[in-house]
């Protein structure tokens, strides 16, 4: 009977692992956000990608996606709601822009808790 009892915790804990954490969700929304994923362009941790060189015109010239784990937030929400040469426009709600942001920049939300709130702030001043 008690063999049974440490037979079941376990299969009680697995159940709790559906639930994901903030950074979980981040990650797989940053590679699949209703659309293609953005690390095609911007990189795995969003540190920039060259996708193709190509000559146009005798000159040589690559396309890509720039860095966006640098950004300020402002700057990050912006780009997500304006049309961008060369970057599909997705339709993200500004909680999933947040999470993107975070999974970007994690060590900047760490050292300042109140980063959340500024950001919120920058949303309403943005709309
Ligand atoms: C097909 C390639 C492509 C994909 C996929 C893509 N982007 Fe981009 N992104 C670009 C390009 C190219 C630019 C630069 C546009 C410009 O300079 O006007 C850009 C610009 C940006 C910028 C502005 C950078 C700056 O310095 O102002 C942000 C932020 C950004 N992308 C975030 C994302 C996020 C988040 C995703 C996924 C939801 C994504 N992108 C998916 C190609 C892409």
Do not use: W
């Amino acid at each position: 009977m008690k063999h049974l009892f440490f037979l079941l915790v376990p299969l009680f804990l697995l159940g709790e692992t559906t639930f994901i954490t903030p950074i979980e969700y981040a990650s797989q929304l940053y590679k699949n956000p209703r659309g293609i994923g953005c690390q095609h362009c911007h990189g795995n941790k969003g540190e920039g990608k060259i996708i193709a060189n190509y000559i146009d015109k005798k000159v040589e010239k690559s396309f890509g996606g720039p860095v966006i784990n640098k950004l300020d937030f402002q700057k990050f929400y912006t780009a997500l709601n304006v049309r961008k040469q060369g970057m599909p426009r997705y339709f993200l709600t500004d909680r999933e822009i947040q999470a993107l942001y975070l999974y970007l920049h994690p060590t900047e939300i760490k050292s300042n808790k109140k980063e959340l709130s500024k950001q919120k702030q920058s949303v309403q001043n943005v709309k």
